[in-house]
T-cell receptor
């Protein structure tokens, strides 16, 4: 089973709202990732968690706040977003950071009004 | 910092024809990945190439890796409409603070028409 699940599938929020994206995997993977993808562009890495610790933060604005409550779950908390943050947010996981294949979830399509 | 470039960025193919997508990368990458993305969907892993000379095939797609030339290719044989998608190659940063970070190419939008 190589499934990564994400909820919600779609999210519309105002600039003053607080919302969270959720990602879950049950493959025993110890590395989890958040990516942002704009239309017709490649995914851009936002955060990497390795063994539940934040390993990489790609200089993401503080209005995005990641959280890894346990090895199977990854959240992305959103607050005071801007319209330009509208994008597809993809979660991925891999066995660890050492170059194993990353498996992607279906994504959350976020629209910020 | 690893940079990955694909070409062509747009590829319109006739069914039954062959073509190759090229992926060049700038510095050492431990591995090279190919992903497929259908419109509005997530990324599907196609191949991971681990070493120089590696060749992998799945159906009408064949990927290869030349680490000396820092080049990977994705060859499409006898294209069919179902192959229409965006194809990304990605390298992985081998060290430093970005260890394990995937860097994607721009993507190749492939359209197969009758």
């Amino acid at each position: 089973d190589t499934e990564v699940t994400q909820t919600p599938k779609h999210l519309v929020m105002g600039m003053t709202n607080k919302k969270s994206l959720k990602c879950e995997q049950h493959m025993g993977h110890r590395a989890m990732y958040w990516y942002k993808q704009k239309a017709k562009k490649p995914p851009e890495l936002m955060f990497v968690y390795s063994y539940e610790k934040l390993s990489i933060n790609e200089s993401v604005p503080s209005r995005f706040s990641p959280e890894c409550p346990n090895s199977s779950l990854l959240n992305l908390h959103l607050h005071a977003l801007q319209p330009e943050d509208s994008a597809l947010y993809l979660c991925a996981s891999s066995q660890d950071r050492l170059g194993d294949t990353q498996y992607f979830g279906p994504g959350t399509r976020l629209t910020v009004l | 910092e690893l940079k990955v470039e694909q070409n062509p960025l747009f590829l319109s193919m006739q069914e039954g024809k062959n073509y190759t997508i090229y992926c060049n990368y700038s510095t050492t990458s431990d591995r090279l990945y190919w992903y497929r993305q259908d419109p509005g969907k997530s990324l599907e892993s196609l191949f991971v190439l681990l070493s120089n000379g590696a060749v992998k095939q799945e159906g009408r797609l064949m990927a290869s890796l030349d680490t000396k030339a820092r080049l990977s290719t994705l060859h499409i044989t006898a294209a069919v409409h179902d192959l229409s998608a965006t194809y990304f190659c990605a390298g992985i940063n081998a060290g430093g603070t970005s260890y394990g970070k995937l860097t994607f190419g721009q993507g190749t939008i492939l359209t197969v028409h009758p």
